[in-house]
């Protein structure tokens, strides 16, 4: 059974416990539903917004991550696809416990081996506009956590030396890359193919992709991390309506009024009942 539709819903999507953990925080009640082939989610309303969350945990990878968010938005019919997480930083000036907010997600491992060398063929995806715009809003509120807007690179591997191939190979073809992490080139993905599912991952930095990762995570950066995204993430939708939201009044503006009891729906959907007069007066 899939989530009603009059309950707009939002997808986020995870890879690691302690990431889980941080999301399912801001969810006071939750419901557990489970995917007729076995994948797991806990629903449950937002506090303070119009949105129901859906929260997933796929385990790592980009090509999981695909199989799985596509069967998730399938059965529960998202509005919008989130995977929020940790990563390691690919900048100097992005520190752990920052927040990088992907613009695009690039897929770093497409390409064609020739005799004189790799060819790189660069696979991106933009991440969804009025999400982005609605993080950058959030981000206003939030001076306790610095947030960047940059490309985000997929890659299935844990970079762990910055003086290693795939680093020399990030900075020569994707050097605009704020972060490096696993599985958003494949949640992306699988929500283009949807058709009209918004997508957006949002990490936070664990580490800076170097050899002291290890030192890093023993000093609690990953649950630091994780729990920056999760608070950038929801204050992201909290700013952001649902398309189907019920109020009279949207990001769009008010609806228009003509006349006394008439008010205009038309470029829209209303979703409620119709009270109408019949003759008479007034």
Request: proline share 4%; glycine share 10%; net charge negative.
């Amino acid at each position: 059974m899939s989530v009603p539709e009059t309950q707009p819903t939002v997808l986020i999507l995870t890879a690691l416990p302690l990431e889980y953990a941080a999301v399912r925080a801001y969810l006071p009640e939750r419901d557990e539903r489970v995917h007729p082939k076995g994948t797991r989610v806990e629903t449950g309303r937002l506090p303070d917004s119009s949105w129901h969350l859906a929260i997933s945990e796929l385990g790592v990878g980009a090509e999981r991550a695909a199989a799985l968010t596509a069967q998730l938005i399938d059965w529960l019919h998202p509005e919008a696809v989130l995977f929020v997480g940790v990563a390691g930083s690919l900048k100097d000036d992005i520190e752990i416990g920052d927040v990088v907010v992907g613009t695009q997600v690039y897929e770093i491992h497409g390409g064609k081996q020739a005799h004189d060398g790799f060819k790189v063929r660069p696979r991106a995806l933009p991440g969804s506009h009025a999400l982005e715009q609605a993080a950058r809003a959030a981000a206003r509120d939030l001076p306790e956590i610095r947030v960047h807007f940059a490309p985000i690179a997929t890659g299935d591997v844990v970079l762990a030396d910055s003086r290693s191939e795939i680093a020399w190979h990030l900075d020569a073809h994707y050097n605009d890359a704020g972060a490096i992490e696993m599985e958003g080139s494949g949640a992306a993905h699988a929500a283009h193919l949807s058709g009209q599912v918004d997508a957006l991952v949002v990490r936070g930095v664990s580490d800076r992709a170097d050899r002291y990762k290890r030192r890093a995570d023993a000093g609690g950066s990953q649950q630091r991390a994780a729990a920056h995204a999760a608070t950038v993430a929801v204050a992201m939708l909290r700013k952001r309506q649902s398309r189907r939201t019920e109020s009279g009044d949207s990001e769009e503006g008010p609806q228009r009024r003509h006349g006394g009891d008439h008010i205009d729906f038309r470029g829209g959907i209303f979703h409620g009942t119709v009270i109408g007069k019949q003759g008479g007066d007034r």
